[in-house]
Protein backbone atom coordinates (compact mmCIF):
# COMPACT_ATOMS: atom_id res chain seq x y z
CA UNK A 1 0.00 0.00 0.00
CA UNK A 2 1.18 3.33 -1.13
CA UNK A 3 2.91 5.38 1.91
CA UNK A 4 0.73 8.96 2.08
CA UNK A 5 2.90 11.82 2.11
CA UNK A 6 3.03 13.67 5.27
CA UNK A 7 1.96 17.39 4.11
CA UNK A 8 -0.98 14.76 2.51
CA UNK A 9 -1.73 13.84 5.70
CA UNK A 10 -2.15 17.37 7.21
CA UNK A 11 -4.26 17.94 4.50
CA UNK A 12 -6.68 15.30 5.48
CA UNK A 13 -6.64 16.59 8.64
CA UNK A 14 -7.58 19.67 8.03
CA UNK A 15 -10.08 18.56 5.36
CA UNK A 16 -11.93 16.43 8.24
CA UNK A 17 -11.44 19.64 10.53
CA UNK A 18 -13.05 21.79 7.87
CA UNK A 19 -15.92 19.63 7.34
CA UNK A 20 -16.42 20.02 11.15
CA UNK A 21 -15.92 24.20 11.63
CA UNK A 22 -18.01 24.29 8.21
CA UNK A 23 -21.13 22.22 9.35
CA UNK A 24 -21.32 23.72 13.15
CA UNK A 25 -20.04 27.94 12.44
CA UNK A 26 -22.87 27.71 9.71
CA UNK A 27 -25.06 27.54 12.17
CA UNK A 28 -23.41 28.41 15.57
CA UNK A 29 -25.12 32.27 14.86
CA UNK A 30 -28.58 31.17 14.88
CA UNK A 31 -27.67 28.28 17.59
CA UNK A 32 -27.01 31.46 20.00
CA UNK A 33 -30.18 33.57 18.45
CA UNK A 34 -31.84 30.05 19.39
CA UNK A 35 -30.81 30.35 22.97
CA UNK A 36 -31.62 34.00 23.51
CA UNK A 37 -28.65 35.89 22.13
CA UNK A 38 -29.21 38.74 20.60
CA UNK A 39 -27.09 40.19 17.17
CA UNK A 40 -25.22 42.71 19.48
CA UNK A 41 -24.36 39.81 21.43
CA UNK A 42 -23.42 37.47 19.32
CA UNK A 43 -21.07 40.05 17.58
CA UNK A 44 -19.38 41.18 21.26
CA UNK A 45 -18.96 37.20 22.25
CA UNK A 46 -16.96 36.75 18.81
CA UNK A 47 -15.25 39.59 19.31
CA UNK A 48 -14.50 39.25 22.36
CA UNK A 49 -12.79 35.40 21.67
CA UNK A 50 -10.82 36.61 19.00
CA UNK A 51 -8.97 38.81 21.11
CA UNK A 52 -8.63 35.71 23.49
CA UNK A 53 -6.83 33.66 20.37
CA UNK A 54 -4.61 36.36 19.91
CA UNK A 55 -3.31 36.23 23.37
CA UNK A 56 -2.83 31.89 22.99
CA UNK A 57 -1.66 32.52 19.35
CA UNK A 58 1.01 34.86 20.62
CA UNK A 59 1.71 32.42 23.96
CA UNK A 60 2.13 29.60 21.23
CA UNK A 61 4.74 31.70 19.41
CA UNK A 62 6.73 32.21 22.37
CA UNK A 63 6.49 28.95 23.91
CA UNK A 64 5.99 26.58 21.10
CA UNK A 65 8.66 25.32 18.58
CA UNK A 66 8.12 23.46 14.87
CA UNK A 67 9.39 20.18 16.98
CA UNK A 68 6.77 20.33 19.47
CA UNK A 69 3.58 21.56 16.68
CA UNK A 70 2.51 18.42 16.20
CA UNK A 71 1.58 17.51 19.97
CA UNK A 72 0.24 21.04 20.31
CA UNK A 73 -1.90 20.33 17.19
CA UNK A 74 -3.56 17.21 18.56
CA UNK A 75 -3.61 18.50 22.39
CA UNK A 76 -5.93 21.75 20.72
CA UNK A 77 -7.86 18.86 18.90
CA UNK A 78 -9.04 17.12 21.62
CA UNK A 79 -9.89 20.35 23.84
CA UNK A 80 -11.98 21.28 20.92
CA UNK A 81 -13.61 18.21 21.20
CA UNK A 82 -14.53 17.79 25.23
CA UNK A 83 -15.90 21.23 24.69
CA UNK A 84 -18.04 20.89 21.61
CA UNK A 85 -19.66 17.79 23.66
CA UNK A 86 -20.33 20.31 27.35
CA UNK A 87 -21.46 22.78 24.46
CA UNK A 88 -24.10 20.30 23.21
CA UNK A 89 -25.39 19.52 26.65
CA UNK A 90 -26.04 23.42 27.07
CA UNK A 91 -28.66 23.99 24.66
CA UNK A 92 -31.53 25.67 25.75
CA UNK A 93 -30.33 25.27 29.51
CA UNK A 94 -29.85 29.24 29.71
CA UNK A 95 -26.68 28.65 31.20
CA UNK A 96 -25.38 32.25 30.19
CA UNK A 97 -21.91 31.92 31.64
CA UNK A 98 -21.50 28.59 30.84
CA UNK A 99 -22.10 29.22 27.08
CA UNK A 100 -20.11 32.21 26.70
CA UNK A 101 -17.26 30.71 27.97
CA UNK A 102 -17.98 27.33 25.67
CA UNK A 103 -18.46 29.50 22.58
CA UNK A 104 -14.71 31.08 23.37
CA UNK A 105 -13.31 27.80 23.96
CA UNK A 106 -14.59 26.56 20.55
CA UNK A 107 -13.35 29.73 18.46
CA UNK A 108 -10.37 30.64 20.21
CA UNK A 109 -9.35 26.52 19.45
CA UNK A 110 -10.29 27.01 15.99
CA UNK A 111 -8.06 29.54 15.46
CA UNK A 112 -5.02 27.80 17.39
CA UNK A 113 -5.65 24.69 15.31
CA UNK A 114 -5.81 26.61 11.75
CA UNK A 115 -2.88 28.74 12.70
CA UNK A 116 -0.77 26.28 13.02
CA UNK A 117 -1.76 23.93 10.23
CA UNK A 118 1.02 25.56 7.33
CA UNK A 119 4.26 25.60 9.76
CA UNK A 120 3.28 22.24 10.14
CA UNK A 121 3.29 21.62 6.70
CA UNK A 122 6.73 23.30 6.51
CA UNK A 123 8.46 20.75 7.72
CA UNK A 124 7.92 18.83 5.02
CA UNK A 125 7.37 20.77 1.91
CA UNK A 126 7.08 25.00 1.59
CA UNK A 127 6.12 26.72 -1.72
CA UNK A 128 3.29 28.51 -3.31
CA UNK A 129 1.23 25.67 -4.42
CA UNK A 130 1.19 23.72 -1.27
CA UNK A 131 -0.15 26.93 0.34
CA UNK A 132 -2.43 27.79 -2.25
CA UNK A 133 -2.99 23.96 -1.82
CA UNK A 134 -3.29 24.05 1.73
CA UNK A 135 -6.37 27.37 1.85
CA UNK A 136 -8.17 25.86 -0.59
CA UNK A 137 -8.73 22.74 1.23
CA UNK A 138 -10.05 24.71 4.28
CA UNK A 139 -12.43 26.31 2.24
CA UNK A 140 -13.48 23.54 0.24
CA UNK A 141 -14.20 21.40 3.38
CA UNK A 142 -15.57 24.57 5.37
CA UNK A 143 -18.70 24.46 2.25
CA UNK A 144 -18.97 20.73 2.08
CA UNK A 145 -19.64 20.74 5.96
CA UNK A 146 -21.95 23.58 4.96
CA UNK A 147 -23.35 21.74 2.21
CA UNK A 148 -23.99 18.00 4.78
CA UNK A 149 -25.38 20.71 7.24
CA UNK A 150 -27.98 22.26 4.66
CA UNK A 151 -29.12 19.05 3.12
CA UNK A 152 -29.67 17.29 6.78
CA UNK A 153 -31.19 20.69 8.66
CA UNK A 154 -35.20 20.49 9.05
CA UNK A 155 -35.19 16.32 8.01
CA UNK A 156 -35.60 13.09 10.18
CA UNK A 157 -32.58 10.81 10.15
CA UNK A 158 -33.21 7.52 11.67
CA UNK A 159 -36.05 9.16 13.42
CA UNK A 160 -34.62 11.63 15.14
CA UNK A 161 -35.28 15.86 13.72
CA UNK A 162 -31.66 17.38 12.26
CA UNK A 163 -31.71 20.83 13.90
CA UNK A 164 -29.11 23.50 15.33
CA UNK A 165 -27.95 20.67 18.24
CA UNK A 166 -27.82 18.36 16.07
CA UNK A 167 -25.86 19.54 13.32
CA UNK A 168 -23.19 20.36 16.88
CA UNK A 169 -23.07 16.37 17.28
CA UNK A 170 -22.47 15.56 13.74
CA UNK A 171 -19.69 17.92 13.74
CA UNK A 172 -18.09 16.57 16.21
CA UNK A 173 -18.49 13.06 15.03
CA UNK A 174 -16.15 14.73 11.95
CA UNK A 175 -13.93 16.51 14.75
CA UNK A 176 -12.86 12.78 16.07
CA UNK A 177 -11.90 11.66 12.56
CA UNK A 178 -9.41 14.57 12.31
CA UNK A 179 -8.25 14.24 15.98
CA UNK A 180 -7.87 10.56 14.33
CA UNK A 181 -5.51 11.52 11.81
CA UNK A 182 -3.45 13.76 13.51
CA UNK A 183 -2.72 11.63 16.48
CA UNK A 184 -1.24 9.20 13.66
CA UNK A 185 0.52 11.43 12.05
CA UNK A 186 4.24 10.80 11.96
CA UNK A 187 6.91 14.49 12.14
CA UNK A 188 10.16 11.92 12.07
CA UNK A 189 11.78 14.56 9.79
CA UNK A 190 14.38 16.40 11.78
CA UNK A 191 13.00 19.92 12.67
CA UNK A 192 15.37 22.88 12.92
CA UNK A 193 14.22 25.09 15.91
CA UNK A 194 15.05 28.79 15.70
CA UNK A 195 18.80 29.35 17.27
CA UNK A 196 17.26 31.98 19.63
CA UNK A 197 13.63 31.36 20.45
CA UNK A 198 13.59 34.86 22.67
CA UNK A 199 14.55 36.45 18.85
CA UNK A 200 11.33 39.33 18.58
CA UNK A 201 9.56 38.62 15.38
CA UNK A 202 8.57 41.98 15.21
CA UNK A 203 12.28 43.24 15.27
CA UNK A 204 12.57 40.61 12.19
CA UNK A 205 9.71 42.34 10.45
CA UNK A 206 11.04 45.52 10.89
CA UNK A 207 13.92 44.63 9.08
CA UNK A 208 11.85 43.52 6.10
CA UNK A 209 10.29 46.31 4.45
CA UNK A 210 7.58 44.48 2.53
CA UNK A 211 6.97 42.42 5.76
CA UNK A 212 5.92 45.21 6.95
CA UNK A 213 3.60 46.46 4.39
CA UNK A 214 2.09 43.31 3.95
CA UNK A 215 1.18 43.05 8.31
CA UNK A 216 -0.55 46.27 7.79
CA UNK A 217 -2.46 44.92 5.05
CA UNK A 218 -3.66 42.00 6.37
CA UNK A 219 -5.16 43.95 9.33
CA UNK A 220 -6.59 46.73 6.78
CA UNK A 221 -8.10 43.57 5.03
CA UNK A 222 -9.50 41.35 8.03
CA UNK A 223 -10.90 44.28 9.94
CA UNK A 224 -12.94 45.25 5.92
CA UNK A 225 -14.09 41.37 5.30
CA UNK A 226 -15.11 40.81 8.98
CA UNK A 227 -17.06 44.65 8.90
CA UNK A 228 -19.18 43.46 5.62
CA UNK A 229 -19.98 39.59 6.40
CA UNK A 230 -19.11 39.09 10.28
CA UNK A 231 -22.83 38.17 10.71
CA UNK A 232 -23.50 36.41 6.90
CA UNK A 233 -26.20 34.31 8.29
CA UNK A 234 -28.21 36.86 10.19
CA UNK A 235 -28.31 38.83 7.45
CA UNK A 236 -29.46 36.54 5.45
CA UNK A 237 -31.91 35.39 7.68
CA UNK A 238 -33.37 38.38 8.83
CA UNK A 239 -32.56 40.88 6.44
CA UNK A 240 -33.31 38.83 3.35
CA UNK A 241 -35.77 37.03 5.04
CA UNK A 242 -34.16 33.53 3.79
CA UNK A 243 -35.40 30.21 5.38
CA UNK A 244 -31.95 28.19 7.58
CA UNK A 245 -32.55 26.13 4.94
CA UNK A 246 -32.29 28.63 1.74
CA UNK A 247 -29.35 30.57 3.45
CA UNK A 248 -27.56 27.39 3.65
CA UNK A 249 -28.15 26.41 0.01
CA UNK A 250 -27.14 29.64 -0.71
CA UNK A 251 -23.82 29.60 1.25
CA UNK A 252 -23.49 25.78 -0.37
CA UNK A 253 -23.55 26.76 -3.98
CA UNK A 254 -21.72 30.11 -3.90
CA UNK A 255 -18.94 28.66 -1.49
CA UNK A 256 -18.41 25.51 -4.11
CA UNK A 257 -18.15 28.12 -7.27
CA UNK A 258 -16.16 29.96 -5.07
CA UNK A 259 -13.60 26.85 -4.45
CA UNK A 260 -13.74 26.08 -8.04
CA UNK A 261 -12.87 29.82 -9.23
CA UNK A 262 -9.61 29.21 -6.98
CA UNK A 263 -8.47 26.57 -8.30
CA UNK A 264 -8.94 27.59 -12.06
CA UNK A 265 -7.70 30.59 -11.16
CA UNK A 266 -4.38 28.94 -9.48
CA UNK A 267 -3.92 26.60 -12.46
CA UNK A 268 -4.96 29.13 -15.16
CA UNK A 269 -6.79 32.03 -14.79
CA UNK A 270 -3.49 34.61 -12.58
CA UNK A 271 -3.47 37.24 -14.71
CA UNK A 272 0.71 37.78 -15.80
CA UNK A 273 0.04 41.27 -14.27
CA UNK A 274 -0.67 41.43 -10.96
CA UNK A 275 -2.09 44.86 -11.16
CA UNK A 276 -5.21 43.55 -12.69
CA UNK A 277 -5.45 40.64 -10.07
CA UNK A 278 -5.77 43.32 -7.36
CA UNK A 279 -7.85 45.08 -9.62
CA UNK A 280 -10.43 41.70 -9.86
CA UNK A 281 -10.15 40.06 -6.64
CA UNK A 282 -10.84 44.04 -4.71
CA UNK A 283 -11.47 46.74 -6.63
CA UNK A 284 -14.88 45.25 -8.37
CA UNK A 285 -15.72 44.06 -4.35
CA UNK A 286 -14.81 48.18 -3.51
CA UNK A 287 -17.17 49.43 -6.43
CA UNK A 288 -19.97 47.16 -5.20
CA UNK A 289 -19.94 47.44 -1.78
CA UNK A 290 -19.90 51.59 -2.45
CA UNK A 291 -22.91 50.76 -4.84
CA UNK A 292 -24.67 49.10 -2.13
CA UNK A 293 -24.02 51.70 0.68
CA UNK A 294 -25.63 54.15 -1.47
CA UNK A 295 -28.71 52.76 -3.23
CA UNK A 296 -29.56 50.69 0.29
CA UNK A 297 -31.41 48.26 -2.49
CA UNK A 298 -31.06 44.40 -1.20
CA UNK A 299 -30.39 43.05 -5.18
CA UNK A 300 -27.29 45.12 -5.62
CA UNK A 301 -26.46 44.23 -1.62
CA UNK A 302 -27.17 40.38 -2.88
CA UNK A 303 -24.71 40.88 -5.95
CA UNK A 304 -21.99 42.19 -3.82
CA UNK A 305 -22.01 39.58 -1.02
CA UNK A 306 -22.44 36.74 -4.15
CA UNK A 307 -19.54 38.68 -5.75
CA UNK A 308 -17.39 38.82 -2.40
CA UNK A 309 -17.80 35.44 -1.22
CA UNK A 310 -16.98 34.02 -5.12
CA UNK A 311 -14.11 35.65 -5.42
CA UNK A 312 -12.26 34.78 -1.27
CA UNK A 313 -10.85 31.88 -2.42
CA UNK A 314 -9.08 33.53 -5.70
CA UNK A 315 -5.50 34.27 -6.18
CA UNK A 316 -3.98 33.04 -2.23
CA UNK A 317 -0.75 32.50 -4.02
CA UNK A 318 -0.45 36.02 -4.92
CA UNK A 319 -2.48 37.81 -2.19
CA UNK A 320 -0.57 35.75 0.37
CA UNK A 321 1.75 33.22 -0.76
CA UNK A 322 4.69 35.35 -2.25
CA UNK A 323 4.90 37.16 1.20
CA UNK A 324 4.53 34.46 3.71
CA UNK A 325 7.08 32.02 1.97
CA UNK A 326 9.68 35.16 1.71
CA UNK A 327 9.79 34.44 5.44
CA UNK A 328 13.48 31.96 6.27
CA UNK A 329 11.98 28.68 7.83
CA UNK A 330 13.54 28.80 11.37
CA UNK A 331 10.94 32.26 11.70
CA UNK A 332 8.15 30.39 9.94
CA UNK A 333 6.39 29.41 12.67
CA UNK A 334 7.07 32.69 14.61
CA UNK A 335 5.85 34.96 11.68
CA UNK A 336 2.57 32.68 10.91
CA UNK A 337 1.03 32.84 13.96
CA UNK A 338 2.03 36.60 14.30
CA UNK A 339 1.02 37.37 10.82
CA UNK A 340 -2.74 35.54 12.58
CA UNK A 341 -2.46 37.69 15.94
CA UNK A 342 -2.55 40.71 13.16
CA UNK A 343 -5.68 39.11 11.03
CA UNK A 344 -7.43 37.90 14.29
CA UNK A 345 -7.15 41.38 16.08
CA UNK A 346 -8.49 42.94 12.79
CA UNK A 347 -11.39 40.76 12.64
CA UNK A 348 -12.34 41.00 16.13
CA UNK A 349 -12.58 45.04 15.68
CA UNK A 350 -14.43 44.69 12.17
CA UNK A 351 -16.86 41.98 14.16
CA UNK A 352 -17.37 44.72 16.83
CA UNK A 353 -17.96 46.99 13.90
CA UNK A 354 -20.42 44.71 11.84
CA UNK A 355 -22.62 44.17 14.96
CA UNK A 356 -22.76 47.90 15.58
CA UNK A 357 -23.92 48.81 12.13
CA UNK A 358 -25.94 45.78 12.18
CA UNK A 359 -28.50 47.39 14.32
CA UNK A 360 -28.22 50.88 12.36
CA UNK A 361 -29.11 49.27 9.01
CA UNK A 362 -27.63 46.71 6.34
CA UNK A 363 -26.26 49.21 4.02
CA UNK A 364 -23.72 50.48 6.62
CA UNK A 365 -21.95 47.33 6.97
CA UNK A 366 -21.20 47.68 3.58
CA UNK A 367 -20.58 51.45 3.73
CA UNK A 368 -18.04 51.11 6.29
CA UNK A 369 -16.67 47.90 4.61
CA UNK A 370 -15.97 50.16 1.66
CA UNK A 371 -13.79 52.90 3.45
CA UNK A 372 -11.74 50.48 4.69
CA UNK A 373 -11.04 48.73 1.46
CA UNK A 374 -9.53 52.43 0.45
CA UNK A 375 -6.87 51.33 2.67
CA UNK A 376 -6.19 47.67 1.65
CA UNK A 377 -6.44 48.42 -1.91
CA UNK A 378 -4.07 51.18 -2.03
CA UNK A 379 -1.34 48.61 0.69
CA UNK A 380 -2.17 46.01 -2.21
CA UNK A 381 -1.19 47.81 -4.48
CA UNK A 382 1.70 49.17 -3.05
CA UNK A 383 2.97 45.52 -2.08
CA UNK A 384 3.08 44.89 -5.88
CA UNK A 385 5.43 47.46 -6.58
CA UNK A 386 8.00 46.68 -3.59
CA UNK A 387 8.33 43.71 -4.60
CA UNK A 388 8.89 43.82 -8.44
CA UNK A 389 10.93 46.95 -7.64
CA UNK A 390 13.10 45.85 -4.67
CA UNK A 391 16.04 44.42 -6.15
CA UNK A 392 16.24 40.56 -5.47
CA UNK A 393 19.84 40.78 -4.65
CA UNK A 394 19.18 43.44 -1.92
CA UNK A 395 16.53 42.03 -0.11
CA UNK A 396 18.62 38.85 0.34
CA UNK A 397 21.82 40.67 1.72
CA UNK A 398 19.41 42.22 4.26
CA UNK A 399 17.80 38.82 5.11
CA UNK A 400 21.05 37.08 5.55
CA UNK A 401 22.62 40.35 7.38
CA UNK A 402 19.79 40.01 9.94
CA UNK A 403 20.00 36.17 10.01
CA UNK A 404 23.84 36.35 10.93
CA UNK A 405 23.17 39.01 13.59
CA UNK A 406 20.84 36.72 15.10
CA UNK A 407 23.10 34.01 15.34
CA UNK A 408 25.99 36.14 17.24
CA UNK A 409 23.38 36.66 19.80
CA UNK A 410 22.48 33.21 20.15
CA UNK A 411 26.30 32.59 20.39
Not at 42 to 48: F, K, L, W
Not at 181 to 199: D, G, I, Q, R, Y
Not at 239 to 258: K, M, P, R
Not at 372 to 397: C, D, G, N, S, V
Request: hydrophobic letters at 50%; one cysteine or more.
Amino acid sequence: MKKIKSENQILKMLAFLSLSIGLWENFRQLWLEDNGFSAMQISQITSIATFVSVIGILGVSRKITLGKLKGFMSFTIFVKFLNLVILYDLNHTMQTFSINLTIIIDIVTSYLITTSVYPLITIFVKNNTIYSKRKLTEYLFRDVGILVGGFLFGRSVLGIFVNYNICLYISIVFLVMAMFVMFNLKTCKKVKSNPNPKASIVKYIANHKILKVYCIYTFIGSMAMSTGLGLKMLTLTNYFQFSEGIATNYLVIVGLICDLIGVLALKYLTPKNDYITITIKFFIRFSLYTLAFFTDNLFVTIIAITWSMLIGAAYENVCDGYYINAVENEHQLTFTNFRYVIRYIGEAIGMFFCGLMYEKGLKYMFGLSAFFMIFQITLAYRLIYMRTHTPKIETLRKVQKYSRKRERIAN
